[in-house]
């Protein structure tokens, strides 16, 4: 079946520091891939996405590039905030442009200080 | 437009006790999934509706658990005799039928005591 698995948290950066959480995913066929952010006190949104080979998502100086050779989707930030803090979710869809159920990982929690 | 609404925000359950959650989805959207995420772990995928078709429940984890779409917009999942480990956040999510993305509401997190 399909699985994720991402880095363990808690990730502890400063501010303005480098960010790389891994996400590696076992899956048949050619899903897209996703970046899930959960605020404290919310819900999940969507980060960003990628949908094929080589593909790179990006959003809010977030990127991710779907790598299918090493069958990752590392999530990578230049510079963090302390607005950055919160969990991160990779997840993957089985199927590309049609909906199906997501399969998540377990989640790194981030926190940026000062 | 209104983002995937939730309701109860929190829900406060004995043991024992049936329940029911609420989404409604973003209008217009036929596609409408719900997922338990668990304390510490990503969502899990429990059941999805293709407007008022249930289409897959595989992920449901009992009997106990029951969900329906009667007229292809909102949703209810119902939790009959509620058990300690159905503590959890129950998010639901929508989106088109042609599109992979999926938008999530806020979750009802269910405590049974």
């Known amino acids: 079946g399909n699985s994720v698995t991402q880095m363990e948290g808690p990730v502890t950066l400063s501010e303005e520091a480098f960010l790389t959480i891994n996400c590696t995913y076992t899956a048949t066929g050619y899903p897209s891939l996703f970046w899930y952010v959960q605020y404290p006190g919310e819900g999940l949104q969507l980060l960003l996405k990628?949908?094929?080979?080589?593909d790179k998502g990006s959003n809010k100086g977030f990127e991710a590039t779907y790598r299918k050779e090493t069958t990752s989707f590392h999530l990578e930030k230049g510079s963090v905030q302390v607005s950055d803090s919160a969990v991160y979710f990779c997840?993957?869809?089985?199927?590309?442009?049609?909906?199906?159920?997501?399969?998540f990982g377990t989640g790194t929690r981030l926190q940026v200080t000062l | 437009g209104a983002g995937v609404s939730q309701s109860p925000r929190y829900k406060v359950a004995k043991r024992g006790q049936d329940v029911a959650l609420r989404c409604d989805p973003i209008s217009g959207h036929v596609s409408l999934f719900w997922y338990q995420q668990a304390l510490g772990q990503g969502p899990e995928f429990l059941t999805y509706f293709q407007n008022e078709a249930q289409l897959d429940k595989s992920g449901l984890p009992s009997d106990r658990f029951f969900a329906e779409r009667p007229e292809g917009s909102v949703s209810t999942l119902k939790i009959q005799r509620t058990q300690q480990e159905d503590s959890a956040v129950y998010l639901c999510?929508?989106?088109?039928?042609?599109?992979?993305?999926?938008?999530f509401g806020p979750g009802t997190r269910l405590t049974v005591t």
């Open positions: 999510a929508s989106s088109s039928l042609r599109a992979d993305e999926q938008y």
């Open positions: 990628a949908t094929k080979a080589d």
């Open positions: 997840a993957l869809s089985p199927l590309i442009g049609t909906a199906s159920k997501l399969t």
